[in-house]
């Protein structure tokens, strides 16, 4: 089946400007992540949804960041005002839920953000 | 001190070699552990998962989890050029955020 999906693939922006990152998960997954990859800083935790809720946001960086999700689905994760730090691969990961008694999570190919 | 402490290499290996991948870690409430393969400008693949301490075995890869000295290793045999790639040790406590060791950029040759 289909694996996770990101959209856009690359993003070049301004500093400044506000951004959108998209994230489909796996069909059926309740449960998604999203995570940050930079140069120096490894992969770096943002936030966690468990269905539309988030139980875990103590990864996002400032205020400027903020994601939902809808319908147990899709999630967006949104910088606004970006700044040239923010520039990285902003990955999204999902995991078939709380039933499941493991936490192997599995990854979409990501967004790469650059801030000019 | 990171949680999770990894060597980021670049490890250079011939083709065929048995390869070595360490993690270590401080949290000792981690239980959940798995390794990772990264090739360049793609998301990281699921290579392993296993919970708590043993062994586990898949084809050519085989990880191993000692919690007493709070240390992983993925041990490849029969390396390929194929599997040259950033390999990311990951754990956990529970079903939340992964933590990532840095990567070990592995080039096997030819």
């Known amino acids: 089946g289909a694996g996770v999906s990101q959209s856009p693939s690359n993003k070049v922006t301004e500093k400044g400007k506000d951004v959108e990152l998209r994230c489909d998960p796996i069909?059926?997954?309740?449960?998604l992540y999203w995570y940050r990859q930079s140069l120096g800083q490894g992969l770096e935790f943002l936030i966690y949804?468990?269905?539309?809720?988030?139980?875990?946001k103590s990864g996002l960086p400032s205020d400027r960041f903020s994601a939902e999700r809808t319908g147990g689905s899709v999630s967006t994760l949104t910088i606004q005002r970006t700044q040239q730090e923010d520039s990285a691969v902003y990955l999204c990961?999902?995991?078939?839920?709380?039933?499941?008694?493991?936490?192997?999570?599995?990854f979409g190919p990501g967004t790469r953000l650059t801030v000019l | 001190q990171k949680e999770v402490e990894q060597d980021p290499g670049p490890l250079s290996v011939p083709e065929g070699a048995i390869v070595s991948l360490n993690c270590t870690y401080s949290?000792?409430?981690?239980?959940?552990f798995m390794w990772y393969r990264q090739y360049s400008r793609k998301g990281p693949e699921l290579l392993m998962y296993?919970?708590?301490?043993g062994n586990k075995e898949d084809g050519r890869f085989t990880a191993q989890v000692d919690k007493s000295s709070k240390y992983i290793s993925l041990f490849i045999r029969d390396s390929q050029p194929s599997d040259s790639a950033t390999y990311l040790c990951?754990?956990?406590?529970?079903?939340?955020?992964?933590?990532f060791g840095t990567g070990t950029r592995l080039l096997v040759s030819p």
């Open positions: 990951a754990m956990s406590t529970g079903f939340q955020k992964l933590v």
């Open positions: 296993t919970y708590s301490s």
């Open positions: 990961a999902s995991r078939p839920g709380v039933a499941t008694r493991n936490n192997e999570q599995f």
């Open positions: 069909s059926g997954h309740t449960a």
């Open positions: 949804f468990q269905g539309n809720s988030a139980p875990d």
């Open positions: 949290n000792s409430a981690f239980q959940y």
